[in-house]
C-alpha cells in the first residue's frame, strides 16, 4: 500500500452535558492520541481533531430541570472536558465546538448539498404542536398520564415512574411542558436520509473491502445492522436547539447528522487558525481518515456517516478502531448511577504537582492501555491499576532508567562512556539487536491499531534492559585505590554505554503512549525533543560519547496501598449517594423500574442462546466483592463454575440445592480472578429483589429450555 500523503485522525466528540469518565478515555481519546503521536514522531501531515457536540434535544431539557439555558450547560462542560483531556496528555490539533457559526454553517452547507442532489426524501407526519409558543413538541416536551399505571407526569417517550416506553399519542390528557396546554395536531414534514437506498455499497465497502482489516466488532455490527434492513432515518427535526435549516423556521438538522460533521468545521477551524488548506484532508484520495470511536458509536461512523461522506463527495474512513466497553469493579461504568471514575475526579485526586503531576496522568493511560477493550469487554479495578503500576511500569521501566542513571553518575562519572567494539560479547551484540527490533514491532502493533500489543513490546524491551544489566553485574567488579583495572572499566563501560542508548530507544518508544514520561527522560538526558523522531528508533549512537546527563530522577513514585483504598471507598460512597439522591428525587415513586421492552429480535437470535436447567451445588462468597457469589452448578452432562451478582440478596446456605436456569454458551469472563462459565437468569421485582427463574418442579438437569 501506497503510504498516505496526509492523515486525519478523529475522536468521538463527547456531548458537552456533563463530566465524562474514564471508559470514554479508553474507548476513543488514548487510542487516538497514541496513533496521533506516533505519526508525528514519524514527521508524517497529520491533524488530529475533535470537540464538544452541542446539540441535541437533551441539552435543552437538562436546562428546564436546572433552571437554566441550554448555552449555559454547554459553556460550563465545554471547558472542563477540554481542560480535563489537556491534563491527561491527550494533545488534539483543535477541541472544536459544534455550537460554533462555523460548524452551522458548514453542516447547512453539507444538508443543501444533499437536498439538492436530490439525495434526501421528504415525509410529511402529523405531529403535537403547541400553540401558545408556537413550536413542535419533542417527544420529551409533553407530558400527560401514563395509560400504563396512571403515574401524571409521564413524558411523551416514556413514563418514568413503570418504564413502559410511550409514544405522545399514549398519553392520556397530554400537555406541553412549555406552556401548560393541551397541545394539537399539525402537519409537518421532514428530510429522511434514505440509507436503505446504500445497503449494497456498505456490503461492499465494508464487508467487502474491510471485513479483514477492520476490527471484528464493527464488521459484526454493520452486517447485522444490513441484516435488519437499513431504514430511512429522519435528518431534521421542529426543535430550537441545534443547527437550523435554511430557510425552514423551527427546524433544525437531527444531532446524529450534524455531530459527525463536527470533524469536517473542526478542520476548517484548524486550518485557519494555521493557515493551511482544509479541503485536501477531506476530499483528497490519498488522506487517511481513521475515526477513533466506542462501540456505542459503531453505526454512526461505520454506516451513516461514509453514506453521508460518500453522498456528498467526501472521502471514506480507512478505519474505524471501535473498542468494547470498559467496567469498573464488577459492573458497568455509569456515570448516572454514581458508578463511574470521572476524569475530572482522577485529574483532581492524582494528578497534582505533589502527586507526580505528568507522571500519574501516564499512570492512567498506561493502565488503561495495558487493558484496553481492543476486543472484548474488560475490567478497570483499583487493585489492577496499582498492580500493573508497580510491577510494571515502576519495577521494570522505571527501575531500568533509574539503575542505569545511578550506574552511570557512580561508575562513570556521569558521563557517557565509550563503547569499545573490540570487547563486545554476545549479550551486547543480544541487546543491540533487540533495540533494533523493537521499534519494528512497536511500529507493526501501532499501525494495526493494536495499542495493547505495542505497549508490551517497549516495557518487553525495558525488561531486557534489566536482564542485561542484571547479567553483566558492573557494581561488581572492585576498585583499588577507587580505580577499576583497565579491563574491567572496559567492560563497565561497555554495559552503560549500551544501557544508556536503550534509554534513548525507550523514550522514544514510549513517548506515544507516555508522553509525560517521555519529556522528563528527556531532560534527565539533556537532550532535546528532536531525540524523539522515529527514526531515531533502533540506534545506538543516540547519546554521544562524553556527554554528561543529569542525575537520576524517579520516573514513578510510590503508591501507597492507603491511597488505593481511598478510592475504592469514594467509588462506593459516590454510588451510594447517587442512589439515596434518586430515591429522593422520586420518593413519589420508589417502586423499582421495570425495563423498557427492547428492539425485536428474529427467532435465529433467539435461538443462538443455549438455556438449560441447573442445580446449584454449591455456593460461596467471592472475597472482597460484596455482590458476587460463587456458584457450583450441576448442568447433567457437567459441573459449572459461574460468579453471579446476587450475594445481596441471598445467603450461600439458603440456595444450595436450587433449580436454576442457566444461559450456558454464553463466552467465559473473568470476574475477581475468577472465571465464570455462563449465566442463572434471574427476574428483579418492582422492589428491587432478584429471584431466580426456574422450572415449577424439579427436572433432570441439562434439559433445554425455550
Ligand atoms: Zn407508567
Redesign the pocket.
Known sequence: MNQPKRYLITSALPYANGLKHIGHLAGAYIPADIYARYLRQQKRDVVFVCGSDEHGTAIPIQAMKEGTTAQAIIDKYHPIIEQNFKDLGIEFDIYHRTSSPLHHETAQEFFTALNNKGDLEIKETEQFYDEATSTFLADRFIKGT?P??G?DN?YGDQ?E??G?SLSPEELINPVSTLSGNAPIKKATKHWYLPLNRHEDFLLEWVLKEHKDDWRANVVGQVKSWIDGGLQPRAVTRDLDWGVSLPNEAGKVLYVWFDAPIGYISATKQWALNNGKDWKPYWYNEDTKLVHFIGKDNIVFHAIIFPVMLKLHGNILPSNVPSNEFMNLEGDKMSTSRGWSIEMDDYINDWIKPENGGGQMADALRYYLTAIAPETKDSEFTWKGFHTSYKSELSDILGNFVNRTFVLMHKLCNGKVPVFHNDIIDDDDKQLINDIKTAKQKVEDNLEEYKFRDGLFEVIDLARKGNQYLQKKEPWKRKAIDGKYSTEDQQHIDNCIHLCLQLTANLSILINPFLPFTAKKMLYMMKVVERMLDWENAGSVTLLKVGYSLRAPELLFRKIEDAEIEIQIEKLKAKSLKTKENKVEETTQHTEHQIPVIKPEIVFDDFAKIDLRVGTILSAEKVEKADKLLKLEVDLGFEKRTIVSGIAMHFKSEEIIGKQVTVVCNLAPRKMRGIESNGMILMAEDKAGKLHFVNPDHKIDEGSGVS
Request: aromatic residues 12%.
Open positions: 401514563c400504563n399505571c403515574y409521564a413514563c415512574k413503570c413502559k
